[in-house]
């Protein structure tokens, strides 16, 4: 009744396949895409933009990347926070080499720098699948993060070890440093996770999506049916480097401002990113975002909900997050193992029905 | 989800609001995860003090302290959220107590203009005050921690320790690297042959540095570490039969967490200090009278005392009394983050006003002023005493080599005024 297709006619092949093809759908994505824009960052401040905002935009597109890899191609990574740290440290190597060249530009470069690695370290996966492959990626992840902390070129040879964004700008406004503004922060990551969730919509439901998938779904018949298992895989790695190197030059550069190679990147954020694929829906745009929505806002949520308002002591609210945290993880994996997404899709179904179910 | 949780939000920083003429000071401290062992006696310290001077004095100046504690789990990412959370609440000084966090709030805190104090850790260049106009690292850094450490090695070996090797055993990060070019340049100046075995975070795998110990029989190790990587560093020392005697700490290697574990093995085990490390000071009464008592302490009651309660006590203390000179400077008692910093930077504790506040003996005198943030940088060496059960000061507190280190300070603080267009100040 609220939610439903009678009336919505569709004339052409375009219309047919489009991604929205409810008109209420289609509704809700253009408000909610003009909020994001034009109204969210005439409110935010620097709370919500650094506490909220900046992490659940750059963990989507992390999320998006790796999506791809996990999701749709069948390739379990856990070497995601190795390439987020390739990404920071391209980006932080081209800020400061070359100083006068836009901040946009270095953010796409770093994802194309860290598209290269993870071709390279996706080779293993045309010999090896499934948890072996998990633990060659693994690899990744500790190689990566050894070598930005043990070469000192990679940190411009500070004696910290350090990597700390210098000031850019775009367009006349800071992008990095410390005194940017919350909405020029917030806007320069929303038009990076767009940008990337448009791309990853549109790759995924083309000829090299459906190459992907057919190698998830089974790969000798892909094989035979005359997908070349070498290029969709390492089209994937490629593809799903790309993103997760945006996610990471966006992290350090904007985000965080300054990290460290195995505080920042460590073994954690290779399986938060997986989690958020996994409890927001392998193989989903849209479950890339939800996932990384839950895993960014749940702690804070909590936090926020204990030790502000019901005053709890701050390392009990803390130890309570972990709990809850991971008791929601076992709880929406036992009653929708598809995530968040399959959740949405159920909702959508009954709501077609809703109030005259059969 | 996102809609129902930012009017929940909104509404609550409306409902809490910026308590009005308090001084606030948030505490970003870790009760949880790999680190907290340490994190808990300092935080619980830090709150004592500020509870005790409003139980006691009603506050300093006639206003009250108002405390806001933050989890960061030692975490960066979790600094920044505690950082940006708490700031908009009149947040008049910042002492995150992480070398990483405060990496991260330095360009923060100085654009918005809130002072960061960082008691014997952080950047330590900032003591540079021409260049960090908001950040503070007095009494002691880590380069002076290093140089006192050496001088101590000198002094057992007669001034001479050409043929001797020592190792340094750090904490891969930030925090753990800091020391490396002070250590560098005093191998050149003393002719030891220095060598390197980082610890990945946090820091529970050891065993191959300790083998390697084992085999190449370093003269001395100087331990840089943080947490869990203590008592394991320590365990392993024994392990491999390494003399205690020839291991120093760091400060923040040196308390009774990291060396309990071991038990009577880890007995004459070295760490510098910067401050007395036991409780025998008049303060102590009125902990328990004001504090424990009533029932106000900030964790279990059970730290008083101990070394590193001392230092969130002592940390206390200097805010406490920054803010105190800065009320006298401002001439007002509602201080702004602005007028805290003139305060830091005028800060004078004698050996006379420590004995005022009830702490004769506890900590060195030293001055601050515009060019130097930093004190004097004097630190001494403890030794864990199994039997008793406590660490001891064997030696007085010595100056650091300010020959080797003071260049290399304007080296560093240049560099990063250069990178990031600083004028210097104080000229």
């Known amino acids: 009744m609220l939610y439903r297709e009678a009336g919505d006619f569709k004339t052409s092949y375009a219309a047919d396949s489009q991604t929205f093809p409810l008109r209420l759908d289609r509704w809700g994505y253009w408000i909610i895409l003009a909020v994001a824009v034009f109204v969210v960052p005439l409110v935010i401040n620097d709370y919500w933009v650094n506490a909220i905002f900046l992490p659940f935009l750059i963990y989507a597109i992390a999320a998006l990347g790796l999506n791809i890899l996990t999701g749709y191609c069948g390739q379990v990574s856990l070497g995601t926070g190795g390439f987020m740290a ?34 390279l370290f996706g080779l293993p996966s045309l010999r090896i699948k499934g948890f072996y492959l998990a633990v060659a990626t693994l690899a990744a992840q500790f190689f990566l993060t050894w070598l930005f902390n043990r070469v000192p070129w990679f940190y411009n040879y500070s004696a910290s070890g350090q990597i700390t964004a210098p000031e850019r700008t775009l367009a006349g406004f800071r992008i990095t440093g410390p005194e940017t503004q919350a909405w020029a922060t917030y806007l320069f990551c929303l038009a990076f996770l767009i940008a990337s969730a448009w791309i990853c919509r549109n790759l995924t439901r083309g000829a090299m999506g459906r190459r992907w998938m057919a190698i998830r779904d089974m790969d000798i018949a892909a094989e035979i049916i005359g997908v070349n298992p070498l290029r969709a895989k390492l089209s994937a790695f490629g593809v799903s480097s790309f993103f997760v190197g945006i996610a990471g030059a966006l992290f350090f550069a904007v985000y965080l401002g300054a990290v460290e190679a195995n505080e920042a990147f460590g073994i954690n954020k290779s399986f938060l990113v997986l989690f958020m694929v996994i409890i927001g829906g392998l193989g989903s745009i849209f479950g890339s975002f939800a996932g990384a929505a839950f895993l960014v806002l749940l702690p804070v949520a909590l936090k926020v909900l204990g030790s502000d308002l019901l005053g709890m002591p701050t390392d009990l609210v803390a130890h309570l997050n972990l709990v809850i945290v991971g008791a929601l993880i076992m709880f929406f994996l036992i009653v929708e193992p598809h995530g968040l997404a399959q959740m949405w899709r159920l909702t959508k179904e009954k709501l077609r029905l809703w109030p005259f179910p059969h | 989800m996102k809609k129902s949780l930012t009017t929940m939000a909104l509404g609550l920083t409306l409902a809490a609001g910026p308590a009005l003429a308090d001084l606030t000071i948030p505490d970003l401290s870790y009760r949880t995860g790999p680190y907290a062992a340490s994190g808990i006696p300092y935080s619980d310290g830090y709150q004592d003090y500020f509870t005790l001077i409003n139980e006691r004095d009603g506050g300093v100046g006639g206003e009250r302290l108002n405390l806001i504690e933050c989890e960061t789990g030692y975490n960066t990412e979790k600094g920044v959220e505690c950082y940006e959370a708490t700031k908009g609440q009149g947040a008049l000084l910042y002492q995150p107590l992480s070398t990483g966090i405060t990496y991260q709030l330095i360009p923060k805190a100085s654009a918005d203009g809130i002072p960061i104090h960082t008691l014997g850790y952080g950047r330590t260049s900032a003591k540079n005050g021409k ?122 290697a040196g308390s009774e967490n990291d ?49 590193l309660y001392n230092r969130g006590l002592y940390s206390a203390v200097l805010a406490v009394e920054a803010i105190r000179k800065a009320q006298e400077l401002a001439g007002t008692s509602d201080i702004t983050p602005a007028q805290m910093r003139d305060g830091m930077e005028a800060l004078e504790m004698t050996e006379e006003r420590m004995t005022e506040l009830g702490l004769p003996g506890f900590g060195p005198s030293f001055k601050v002023t515009c060019e130097n943030h930093g004190g004097d940088g004097l630190g001494a060496i403890s030794q864990w005493d199994h039997e008793r059960g406590t660490f001891e000061l064997i030696t007085d507190y010595m100056q650091s080599d300010t020959e080797v280190l003071d260049p290399l300070i304007e080296e560093d603080s240049l560099a990063y005024a250069e990178e990031n267009n600083i004028d210097l100040r104080c000229q």
């Open chain 2, 259 to 307: 060396v309990a574990p071991a038990g009577a093995r880890a007995d004459g085990y070295k760490a510098l200090a910067m401050h007395a490390v036991n409780a025998d000071f008049p303060i102590y009464d009125d902990l328990q009278t004001y504090v424990v008592d009533k029932g106000l302490t900030a964790g279990a009651g059970d730290q008083l005392g101990s070394v």
């Open chain 2, 131 to 252: 260049v960090f106009e908001w950040v503070f690292n007095y009494p002691a850094n880590y380069w002076d921690g290093a140089s006192v450490a050496v001088k101590h090695i000198l002094d057992e070996n007669d001034g001479d320790i050409s043929d001797k090797t020592i190792a340094l055993l750090y904490h891969n990060s930030a925090f753990g690297k800091e020391p490396i070019r002070t250590l560098e340049e005093l191998s050149e100046k003393h002719g030891f042959t220095f060598t390197q075995l980082p610890i990945e975070p946090p820091g529970q795998e050891q065993k191959s540095q300790w083998l390697q110990i084992r085999r190449d029989q370093p003269d001395y190790v100087i331990l840089y570490g943080w947490g869990v990587m203590n008592p394991v560093a320590i365990q392993e020392a024994a392990n491999v039969r390494y003399p205690m005697d020839q291991m120093i700490g760091i400060w923040w």
């Open chain 1, 86 to 119: 390739v990404g920071a440290y391209s980006c932080y190597k081209l800020m400061t080499s070359f100083p006068d060249i836009n901040i946009a530009i270095h953010v796409v470069l770093s994802g194309f720098i860290t598209a290269a690695v993870g071709m």
